[in-house]
């Protein structure tokens, strides 16, 4: 990019992101295209679609976020995945490189979830302060700039080996609202990027461009206008602030493990539900002593993953399942609130496969011996589902400072997590569902497996319409400090049953367009 | 499988000087051996006798009947070092033990894998335990030469993706 912009570090003027994922990433190109200065600062680095490896454990090693984490809570993962709470990507483009592509809107009750479940004992549940109608033209904008399968012009995408099994098996079972979904992935050529090939491989960066991500798209365009600079291999460790209370700029060590400060007009934190608590925490200072924008004491609190679980099924013939796109289809009839099934809120149900050095490690993690091992004897006539359900917000699931520090001496953040009984209610439904499923389509033999380390992380900076109850409002702007803005997944109020990228880059386009307006009105 | 050193010993020769223990040999020639002499790894910082019994180990944790000793071998193969050998020699003392305690000379002088297996339940919470299942998991899944062993094709990127190879040619629904 010939044109990129080059910032100096004592520009005051430049809007200072942290991290380039579906949240800032977005924000970054918005900004960028309305002619506002922007900084984005990335602590992986930059790799694109020649880049990307078909190969599980390779690709971890090259895009996944490993620096070290800790955890607790009674989270199987806890045990089994200690240091790596979350698979979750640390590059340009950030975790938009590593997602399977599912960009599903909202159902209207959910943005209300306190008002249509009612309060849920050891739930922290609130409604978000905004809702349906509000957010629909902005799910439109998203829709279109990742060309959403099934909206606008675009058509489905086919079916591949895996979904024909589950869609046979959702219709024996009764369900009518199964389909190839809405998915971020070109069923037809598109943004100057192909038609999806079935490789695979989506988790580990669409080689062909096909899914979309950050990383090639809005990241590039942005630099394309001349205001947007990415620095890579930066990694921020504290915000500052004046004695007025507002944000005066980053501290970020360089590529060269040098500490740097970019002064900054505003800055928005989109780090992810990890690092952007653990950012404002780190941040604490004798004014804010507990942290930037945690006067309601809820910086790092209501950590949700979806309830999540995968059920893979066996037949007496070979599926292939690892064949074609990995989220390849969806069941939407579990998806509503109906809490004559035992639990509030609802889950979808899509397809999903790993290659066997992945589905040696997740299957059951631990497990040895011939009940794990005939298992993957079998794995070419397996068919695979994940469990994607809305978690409940609890106060003490959170992130904290622990006493264990990175490469840079700043601490980590630690991981605590515990299922309410809502989840595990809800888990147990979806995996009996599941496994209905497959047995419809004569499997052989079924396997309810546990979540894996999440990839779906919100909630540690939540929106709420009062300042006691959340981190911010419903611009995403902190309540504490103005010129402070959260644009990530940490940002949700309450989880949802879908995906929540499309959601992530929808409140990201209307954050771009609600601080271009307050910077040209003076507000900010 | 680099790792491995082809013996140019005949099969003979490689019998003649075997301690028999399992399906493999234990040559007390500084390397365990296929008894028909197809493979064999080299030993320096451990016994033959732990290699073998480390390899035995490691099918009985994950035991897929249609992969051959070779593959396991590699997985193992990092432990013959001078960081991993005090580690070995302990743990697979704590696992003769175990073996003794459920009335076996050892654990590989348990003829049945369900005996083996209930020897390693007793010490599977052990951290030598937990290290060597935790290593397999990626030294032997990993290993791309086993990966068509369960059908999975691997890279499909350079071959154009599955888009006119069958990603949706299931013909049993």
């Known amino acids: ?524 | 499988m680099q790792e491995l050193r082809k013996q140019g010993l005949t099969r003979r020769a490689l019998l003649s000087r075997a301690v028999a223990a399992g399906a493999l040999a234990v040559t007390g020639a500084g390397f365990i051996a296929a008894p028909n002499g197809a493979w064999a790894v080299e030993v320096r910082n451990v016994t033959e006798q732990q290699m073998a019994t480390l390899l035995q180990m490691a099918r009985d944790i994950y035991p897929h009947d249609r992969i051959g000793d070779r593959f396991y071998a590699v997985a193992i193969k990092g432990y013959d070092s001078p960081e991993q050998a005090q580690m070995v020699a302990a743990g697979i003392e704590a696992l003769d033990a175990a073996a003794r305690e459920a009335g076996f000379d050892s654990y590989l002088g348990a003829g049945w894998e369900a005996d083996r297996v209930a020897i390693l339940r007793s010490i599977e919470e052990s951290d030598f335990f937990q290290t060597v299942r935790g290593g397999l998991v990626t030294g032997l899944y990993n290993q791309k030469d086993v990966w068509p062993i369960f059908g999975y094709e691997g890279e499909s990127f350079s071959q154009g993706g599955y888009m006119y190879r069958g990603f949706d040619d299931i013909d049993w629904l």
């Not at chain 1, 990507?89 to 479940?117: D, N």
């Not at chain 1, 009984?421 to 497959?438: F, L, S, T, W």
């Not at chain 1, 959260?486 to 409140?507: C, H, K, R």
Request: glycine letters at 10%.
């Open chain 1, 1 to 524: 990019m010939a044109t990129a912009a080059k910032f100096e570090l004592t520009d005051d003027s430049v809007v200072v992101i942290i991290g380039t994922g579906a949240g800032g990433g977005v924000l970054a190109n918005e900004l960028a295209q309305k002619g506002v200065k922007v900084v984005a600062l990335e602590a992986g680095g930059r790799y694109l679609p020649e880049d990307y490896i078909n190969d599980e454990w390779e690709s971890f090693g090259q895009l996944a976020w490993t620096d070290p984490r800790t955890t607790s809570g009674d989270w199987r993962v806890a045990r089994d995945f200690s240091g790596l709470p979350a698979w979750i990507v640390k590059a340009v483009g950030g975790t938009t490189t590593h997602w399977a592509g599912a960009s599903i809107r909202f159902q209207e009750h959910e943005w209300k979830a306190l008002t249509t479940y009612g309060a849920v004992e050891g739930a922290n549940l609130l409604d978000w302060p905004i809702d349906h109608a509000e957010m629909a033209p902005w799910y439109e904008k998203a829709e279109a700039k990742l060309g959403v399968t099934r909206t606008g012009n675009f058509p489905g995408l086919p079916g591949n080996n895996n979904y024909k099994v589950f869609e046979a098996g959702a219709k024996a079972v009764g369900y009518s609202r199964v389909s190839t979904g809405h998915m971020a992935i070109n069923s037809v050529d598109n943004d100057e990027r192909p038609a999806c090939q079935q490789t695979g491989f989506c988790f580990q960066g669409c080689k062909w461009g096909a899914k979309w991500s950050a990383a090639y798209t809005d990241i590039p365009k942005g630099e394309a206008t001349g205001n947007l600079e990415v620095r890579d291999h930066a990694h921020v460790a504290r915000i500052l602030h004046n004695d007025e209370g507002r944000v005066t700029g980053v501290e970020y060590f360089d590529k060269d493990g040098n500490l740097q400060f970019q002064a900054a007009r505003i800055v928005a934190v989109a780090g992810n539900t990890f690092e952007s608590p653990r950012l404002l925490l780190n941040s604490a200072s004798s004014m804010f002593p507990d942290g930037l924008a945690n006067s309601s004491g809820q910086v790092g609190r209501n950590y949700m993953r979806h309830t999540t679980g995968s059920v893979y099924g066996i037949f007496e013939k070979p599926v292939r399942m690892w064949r074609g796109t990995t989220m390849a289809g969806i069941i939407q009839d579990e998806a509503h609130h109906d809490p004559s099934r035992g639990f509030v809120g609802g889950y979808e149900l899509e397809t999903l496969s790993l290659g066997i050095p992945f589905m040696a490690a997740f299957l059951d993690p631990g497990s040895w011996g011939r009940e794990f091992t005939s298992a993957l004897d079998q794995y070419e006539n397996m068919a695979g589902m994940w469990i994607v359900g809305e978690d409940m917000p609890q106060e003490t699931n959170r992130v904290t400072l622990s006493d264990t520090v990175d490469k840079f001496g700043l601490k980590v953040a630690n991981v605590h997590f515990s299922d309410h009984p809502n989840d595990v209610a809800m888990r147990n439904h979806a995996y009996e569902r599941g496994q209905a499923i497959y047995r419809a389509m004569g499997a052989t033999r079924t396997l309810p497996t546990p979540p894996y380390p999440s990839t779906h992380n919100l909630g540690t900076n939540r929106m709420s319409e009062r300042a006691e109850d959340g981190v911010v409002n419903k611009w995403g702007q902190t309540h504490d400090i103005a010129n402070l803005f959260v644009s990530d997944g940490s940002q949700f109020t309450t989880g949802a049953a879908e995906n929540p990228t499309l959601t992530i880059v929808a409140l990201a386009i209307r954050q771009a367009d609600h601080i271009a307006r307050e910077m040209s009105a003076g507000n900010l």
